[in-house]
Structure formats: C-alpha cells, structure tokens
C-alpha cells in the first residue's frame, strides 16, 4: 500500500529548538498563569523534599545520639507537616498540570481538524485517510505528552534534584562532589542515545499511520476481500507492516531500556564512593551519624528525579518527532484560497463557461486540455467519454476543488478565483454515484449543509426525493441512525436520502456522477423520477456511464484526452458519426456499460 507522504516523515523544515518554541509561544505561553501556578507547586514540593534529610539528620544527631526529649516530640509533628503540605500542593499540582495538558492537546486537535477539512483536495488525496487519524489520535497525544506532561514532570524533577543537591552541598561539599561525579558522564550518553531514538520513533509512527491505512482499507473493502479468498494475503500484508513497525519500536525500547540501567550503574559508583570517603571521615574526621545519615538520605532521593529526567528525554525526543509531523501538516500551504479582493459569487442564471482551460494534477501531464465551451443557464448537461478522458476533473474545476494551471472557468461572467469559495460551494450541489452519508440520524443527513432547514423542509425534501415512504418505515422514523456510511439502508435508499439533501440545499447548478448506474432497474425508475423533479430550473451537469441516461440532456460534451472533441444533442452526433455514435453502437451492441461510456 502506498501512503506516501512527506508530513509523515516529519516534513517540516523546522529543527528541534525552533519546534520547542513554537509549541512554547502558541500553546504554552497563553496559558501562563496556570503555568505559573503549577511551577510555584512545583517550588513547594522540592522546598519540602529538600528539607527531609535535615529532619532526618536531627533526627539521628539530637534524638538518637543526644537523647533530646524535647525534639523527640516536636520533629515527628514537623515531619507530619512538610509531608501533609507536600501532599496538597502536590494535589493541586497534578489538577493543574491536567489542566495545562489537556487543554493543549484539545487546542492542537481542533487546530489539525480545521486544517485537514480545510486542506487542499489534493494534498488529501495524496496520502491514506487512516494515515491522518493516526496524526489526529496518536501524534496530537505524543506531542502533547512532551509539550505539557513531559516538559511539567522535567522541571518538577528538576527542582526536586536542584532542591536536594543544594542539600547536600550544604551539608559536605566533598561528598556532594563524588555523588554528583557521575552526573555528566550520564548526561553525554543520553545525549548519544537521543540521537539514535530519532530515527526509529520516526519509523515507528509512520508504522502506526500504514497499518491504520491498511486495516481501514482492508475493512472497508471486506466483502472483496472476501468474495477473492484474500484473507490471507491481507494477513500477510498487515503481518509485514506489523513486524516493520515492531522493530522500529524494539530499536526505540532498547533505547529507554538502556537508560535506567546506564543511570543506576553510574549512580553506584558515586554511592560506593560516598559511603567510603563518609565512613572514613566519620572513622577518622568529624562527620557525625546524623550528618551521613541526612546527606545519604539525600543523595538517594536525588537520584530518583534524575533517573526520571534521564527517562522524560526519550519521550521528549518520541513528542519532537510527532510534532514535526503534526506541524507539517499545519504547515501545508494551501492554494485554493479567497483571492485578497474575493467577493461573492453572484448567481443570476448559472451560466458556465470554460475558457481556454488547462489542467494537470502533477504540473506536467495535462487532464484537460485547452478546452472552451459555454454551458446555458439552466441547461442539463452530460458529459460522455473514454475512463480518465477528464470528465471528474471537469466537474472539479467548477466546484473549484482546484484551480486551472491556464485559463479560466466562469459563472455568470464571474471567474471563480476572484469569487469566495465558501459562495461557489454554496452554488452547488454534489450527487455521487456511491453516495457519501454520515454516521448520524437521516434528518441529519438530509439537513446536510442546510443548517437552518426545519423539521418540515426536511420532510418536503423527502418527499419530493420519494423518500419519505421508506423512512416512516424506519424504527426512528427520521431520527433512525443511518449507520457508518450508510450500512443501515439500501443503495436505492442511500441514493434518495442524498437527493433529498440535494433538493433542500436548492443551489442553482447540479453536479451528478452518475447517481443511477449502481442501482437495478426498479431502483433506478423510482430515483430519474426524483432526479426530474431535481432538474427543473438548475444548470445540470451530469457524467454519464450510461448512454440511455444522456438522451434526454439538452447538450452531450464528448471527452476525449482530455478535449472536448464533439458537442451536440444525442441525434446530432448520432448523425455525425463520431466517437458518440461509435460509443451508442458499441453499447446497443451488447458492451458493457460501463466500458461504452464511463
């Protein structure tokens, strides 16, 4: 399967410092306040660790070697005290840090959401749907792991370590010294091992986002699947992009399995060498049981934040990857735009016109090819021709899901790059031959793009789309769920329900793909009747698979390479003898529809 994309390699020009800052000044700084309320919890919290190996050293100097009676009473309340604020400021520590979290992972949600829906058709179609849930779901809470979790457990680690650290120095500088020797050894090997995480956290998360695209097309094509015994090639397939994606994330595990150990090791040597240098200055020197004690119980506790810094580096680096993937989608210029001076597109009759248009989807081949043709306002259309002659790309251009290379296509005299692509959308409707409904109730689907439609323009709109019939039948009448696209209705009924948006969005020009060709001859009677109603009084155009479906269409537009090579009404290219009429006589010979005119 190819789902190829730059994004999901990381495709942003960024680096990691200028990542940093960028989810720094969007995310992070407007939320300051709670930032700075979860740091001063923060400042709490180490304040209080680092005050535990001074209890504990009065503990041991005054209560056990000095017999204090008087401390032995009061420090124990002390301890309840730090240790019971500890906690609470802890509480509202975490609530706050949720806070932070989750708000900026439901801010970069919303922002990835927008942008997608909003994004180029083309840049879209480039890559597998699945492949941007996988962003949506998976990187938004990676990077908002590290943007938020990550980067708040760093500097409460942080404090905690500082904290102790200026403990220990205060209590032996010499010991804190050997504790501390190992310090930088460990920083300059996770720095080593941040670099060859990279690499596999990138394979990892493109891994994610292939085996969501495989599964969702595999899913969504089972009954193929099924019916040409490809269960087990679909197994195979999804068992090799599986055993990819394991060992891009066994590399990655190693690589924080590594850590832990690394830290401990070194830790060791820097105990070991405490405990000697403290027994022999408590042997030979001036060291008292209290002042070891307080300073081992801080050299112990210290290494505990610093191991989790050690750890949240690798899940830094995990969020750096994920981030420059969601940011070069973010960051994906769009074309198809409002020019500067746009205005409304102004429908007086929906009067079409194609001037001297070029068109290629990858800037080299053309799709359509210099073609000039005058569409009359209130015309029904079709459009014949060869697969791939361009008759998609022309229904494309109109809706304005791109833009020609050369030329231009007009509407009412207006061209449509200097009219707001919100009014030319709202000019037109879309009827496809598979039609697309929506998880959600048939109202819903019929009130689609109409949001101000009552509950009885909804129904008109079944009715004149022969609809409601079938929909009374339903449980919920029109609040049943229709199901994932569409699963709880028939074609036919798919079909109706899509018309009857159609009829309710009332826009001046009608765009069809065929709407008829997967239906069976009763299905198909009942939905040209509600087509006919559909018709009356728009500019129509419609691709045709099949001839009979053209006959009754006031102009035929023949595609040939991209060309318009013949125009006329049914008879007239009939009597021409051209590639119409060499595609009526294949058809009436017995071909396969769908060969004679797709």
Same mark, same amino acid.
């Given at each position: 399967?190819a789902?190829a994309?730059?994004?999901?390699?990381?495709?942003?020009?960024q680096?990691?410092?200028?990542?940093v800052?960028r989810?720094?000044?969007r995310?992070?700084r407007?939320?300051w306040?709670?930032?700075?309320?979860?740091i001063?919890?923060?400042?709490?919290?180490?304040?209080t660790?680092g005050?535990?190996p001074?209890?504990?050293?009065?503990a041991?100097?005054?209560?056990?070697?000095?017999?204090?009676e008087r401390?032995?009473w009061?420090?124990?309340?002390?301890i !309840?005290?730090?240790?019971?604020?500890?906690?609470?400021?802890?509480?509202f520590?975490?609530?706050?840090e949720?806070?932070?979290?989750?708000?900026? !992972?439901?801010?970069i949600?919303?922002?990835?959401?927008?942008?997608l829906v909003?994004?180029?058709?083309?840049?879209?179609q480039?890559?597998?749907?699945a492949?941007?849930v996988?962003?949506?779901?998976n990187?938004?809470?990676?990077v908002?792991?590290?943007?938020a979790?990550t980067?708040?457990?760093?500097?409460?680690?942080?404090?905690?370590?500082?904290?102790?650290?200026?403990?220990m120095m205060?209590?032996?500088?010499?010991?804190?010294?050997l504790?501390?020797?190992?310090?930088p050894?460990t920083?300059f090997l996770?720095?080593?091992?941040?670099?060859?995480m990279?690499?596999?956290?990138?394979?990892?998360?493109r891994g994610?986002?292939d085996?969501?695209?495989?599964?969702?097309?595999?899913?969504?094509?089972i009954?193929?699947?099924?019916a040409?015994?490809q269960?087990?090639?679909?197994?195979?397939?999804?068992s090799a992009?599986?055993d990819?994606?394991y060992e891009?994330?066994?590399q990655?595990?190693q690589a924080?399995?590594?850590?832990?150990p690394?830290?401990?090791?070194?830790?060791?040597i820097?105990?070991a060498?405490?405990v000697?240098?403290g027994?022999?200055?408590?042997i030979?020197?001036?060291?008292?049981?209290?002042s070891?004690?307080g300073f081992?119980?801080a050299?112990?506790?210290?290494?505990q934040p610093?191991r989790?810094i050690a750890?949240l580096q690798?899940a830094?680096?995990?969020g750096?990857v994920?981030?420059?993937?969601?940011f070069a989608?973010?960051?994906?210029?769009?074309?198809?735009v409002?020019a500067?001076?746009?205005?409304?597109?102004e !429908?007086?009759?929906?009067?079409?016109?194609?001037?001297?248009?070029?068109?290629?989807?990858?800037?080299?081949?053309p799709?359509?090819?210099g073609?000039t043709?005058?569409?009359?306002a209130?015309?029904?259309?079709?459009l014949?021709?060869?697969?791939?002659?361009g008759?998609?790309?022309?229904?494309?251009?109109?809706?304005?899901f791109?833009?020609?290379?050369?030329?231009?296509?007009?509407?009412?005299g207006?061209?449509?790059?200097q009219?707001?692509l919100?009014s030319v959308?709202?000019?037109?409707?879309?009827?496809t031959?598979?039609?697309?409904?929506f998880?959600?109730?048939?109202?819903s689907n019929?009130a689609y793009?109409?949001a101000a439609?009552?509950?009885?323009?909804?129904?008109?709109?079944?009715?004149?789309?022969?609809a409601e019939?079938?929909?009374l039948?339903?449980?919920?009448?029109y609040?049943?769920?229709?199901?994932?696209?569409?699963?709880q209705?028939?074609?036919?009924?798919?079909?109706?329900?899509?018309?009857?948006?159609?009829?309710?969005?009332?826009?001046p020009?009608?765009l069809l793909d065929?709407?008829?060709?997967?239906l069976?001859a009763?299905?198909?009677a009942?939905i040209?009747?509600?087509?006919?109603?559909?018709?009356?009084?728009?500019?129509?155009l419609m691709?045709?698979?099949r001839l009979?479906?053209?006959?009754k269409a006031?102009l035929?537009l023949?595609f040939?390479?991209?060309?318009?090579?013949?125009?006329?009404?049914?008879?007239?290219l009939?009597a021409?003898?051209?590639?119409?009429?060499?595609?009526?006589?294949t058809?009436?010979?017995g071909?396969?529809?769908?060969?004679a005119?797709?």
């Amino acid at each position: 399967m190819a789902v190829a994309a730059g994004w999901q390699d990381g495709g942003t020009g960024q680096d990691g410092k200028e990542i940093v800052r960028r989810i720094v000044r969007r995310y992070l700084r407007p939320r300051w306040k709670l930032i700075a309320a979860s740091i001063l919890s923060m400042v709490l919290v180490a304040g209080t660790t680092g005050a535990l190996p001074f209890l504990l050293q009065a503990a041991a100097d005054q209560i056990f070697v000095g017999k204090d009676e008087r401390l032995l009473w009061s420090l124990p309340v002390a301890i !309840v005290i730090v240790m019971g604020l500890r906690a609470v400021v802890e509480y509202f520590g975490r609530i706050l840090e949720a806070r932070i979290s989750n708000g900026v !992972v439901a801010e970069i949600r919303k922002e990835l959401f927008e942008r997608l829906v909003g994004a180029d058709l083309g840049f879209l179609q480039r890559s597998h749907s699945a492949a941007f849930v996988s962003v949506f779901s998976n990187d938004t809470q990676i990077v908002n792991n590290a943007a938020a979790q990550t980067l708040s457990a760093l500097i409460k680690n942080a404090l905690q370590a500082f904290a102790l650290i200026i403990a220990m120095m205060w209590m032996d500088p010499k010991l804190g010294t050997l504790v501390l020797i190992a310090l930088p050894v460990t920083v300059f090997l996770m720095s080593k091992q941040r670099r060859k995480m990279r690499s596999s956290v990138t394979r990892t998360l493109r891994g994610a986002g292939d085996l969501a695209a495989l599964v969702s097309q595999t899913l969504t094509g089972i009954r193929v699947v099924k019916a040409y015994d490809q269960e087990r090639a679909e197994t195979l397939r999804a068992s090799a992009v599986i055993d990819r994606t394991y060992e891009a994330t066994m590399q990655t595990a190693q690589a924080r399995a590594a850590t832990g150990p690394v830290t401990e090791g070194l830790s060791g040597i820097g105990f070991a060498a405490a405990v000697f240098y403290g027994g022999w200055q408590g042997i030979y020197g001036t060291l008292t049981l209290g002042s070891f004690m307080g300073f081992m119980a801080a050299a112990m506790l210290v290494y505990q934040p610093l191991r989790q810094i050690a750890t949240l580096q690798n899940a830094l680096m995990e969020g750096m990857v994920a981030a420059r993937r969601v940011f070069a989608i973010l960051d994906e210029p769009r074309h198809i735009v409002d020019a500067p001076d746009a205005r409304d597109l102004e !429908v007086r009759g929906a009067h079409i016109r194609f001037e001297d248009v070029v068109f290629s989807y990858d800037g080299a081949n053309p799709v359509i090819s210099g073609v000039t043709v005058d569409i009359p306002a209130g015309h029904k259309v079709a459009l014949v021709g060869p697969s791939g002659a361009g008759k998609s790309t022309f229904l494309n251009l109109v809706l304005r899901f791109y833009d020609p290379d050369r030329g231009r296509v007009l509407i009412d005299g207006q061209d449509l790059r200097q009219t707001k692509l919100a009014s030319v959308r709202r000019a037109s409707a879309l009827l496809t031959q598979d039609p697309v409904l929506f998880d959600d109730t048939v109202a819903s689907n019929i009130a689609y793009g109409s949001a101000a439609a009552s509950e009885e323009d909804i129904a008109a709109a079944a009715r004149a789309a022969d609809a409601e019939t079938f929909i009374l039948e339903l449980p919920g009448r029109y609040q049943s769920q229709v199901g994932e696209a569409g699963g709880q209705l028939s074609g036919g009924q798919k079909q109706r329900i899509a018309i009857a948006r159609a009829m309710l969005r009332d826009a001046p020009i009608l765009l069809l793909d065929e709407p008829t060709s997967a239906l069976d001859a009763k299905a198909e009677a009942r939905i040209q009747s509600s087509l006919e109603t559909l018709f009356e009084g728009r500019t129509v155009l419609m691709i045709a698979h099949r001839l009979s479906t053209v006959k009754k269409a006031d102009l035929i537009l023949v595609f040939d390479h991209g060309r318009i090579v013949e125009k006329g009404t049914h008879d007239e290219l009939v009597a021409a003898g051209g590639l119409y009429e060499t595609l009526h006589r294949t058809q009436l010979s017995g071909a396969p529809e769908d060969e004679a005119a797709a």
